[in-house]
């Protein structure tokens, strides 16, 4: 049986706590502009948000997906991500399902596909992927071939699909592999025409540029998000998500 699964169904209006403050006296949800934005339209996305019918996200990944580090599962990115989404969407039924299982690589998500995705018949997918192979120091079980048909197998079930890379935390960043991974997923992303939520640079520039503290947005292990983090990942996700769907309502055509 895959543990750490939850869903959350939202009508708008539900109320989260707001974004904690982050450690070393950082209080506000940094998101800079040009590290967000999507390149690719979201039509089917679109068009079901145009429909009024209930929204259904799958949020597929492992443990990053699944909330380490947070505090509880209302502070993992999924669920803050619902509430995010429903601000910007009122009056819309949403529907955001946490897929993420710790220490899972891509090919054990795609193992799990038809049930943990296909069968939910969802309007967008965010598969997060890629931290466990930098891990493992084994980049052989994450090629560019296993990326993109993961993309195509999403595409063939009508859904769209948004790709998230690795995290910037202390016990990624001395790998030699991270940036050559970050690098693969994004160069997927272009072959396959599909967006890509960069995470890594988000991240990078909260300390690189915001001068936060890894303590401040990495959970104490090192690795894993904390609740700031996760909150604000889930508001710069959010926002990336709705200026692609805004350029375009029509209904999606076939790629």
Same mark, same amino acid.
């Given at each position: 049986?895959?543990? +750490? ?58 443990? +990053? ?19 995010? &989404?429903? /601000? &910007?969407?009122? +009056? ?15 090919? *054990?998500?795609?193992?799990?596909? *038809? ?27 994450? +090629?560019?071939?296993?990326?993109? *048909?993961?993309?195509? /197998? ?55 540029? *915001? ?35 805004? /350029? ?8």
């Amino acid at each position: 049986m895959i543990r +750490s699964l939850f869903a959350v169904a939202v009508l708008a209006d539900v109320g989260m706590p707001p974004i904690p403050p982050a450690g070393g006296g950082m209080t506000a949800c940094m998101v800079p502009a040009d590290p967000i934005q999507l390149d690719f339209p979201l039509w089917r996305m679109a068009y079901q948000l145009a429909s009024g019918d209930l929204l259904r996200i799958v949020a597929l990944g492992s443990s +990053s997906t699944a909330g380490a580090g947070a505090s509880s599962a209302a502070s993992t990115y999924p669920s803050r991500l619902l509430v995010e &989404l429903a /601000r &910007l969407f009122p +009056s819309r039924p949403m529907l955001v399902l946490n897929r993420g299982v710790n220490g899972e690589l891509a090919i *054990d998500m795609l193992a799990r596909f *038809d049930e943990s995705v296909a069968a939910e018949h969802p309007n967008l997918v965010l598969w997060q992927l890629g931290t466990n192979a930098v891990l493992r120091s084994d980049q052989r079980s994450l +090629s560019d071939a296993l990326i993109r *048909d993961g993309v195509r /197998r999403t595409r063939s079930i009508g859904t769209d699909i948004v790709l998230i890379d690795p995290q910037y935390a202390p016990k990624l960043i001395g790998k030699p592999q991270l940036e050559d991974m970050v690098a693969l997923i994004a160069s997927a992303a272009r072959k396959e025409s599909v967006d890509l939520f960069p995470r890594f640079a988000l991240m990078r520039h909260w300390h690189e540029v *915001d001068g936060m503290p890894f303590e401040g947005f990495v959970s104490a292990d090192g690795l894993h998000m904390n609740d700031w983090s996760y909150a604000c990942m889930a508001k710069a996700l959010a926002a990336a998500i709705a200026g692609a769907t805004m /350029r375009d309502r029509s209904r999606p055509t076939t790629r």
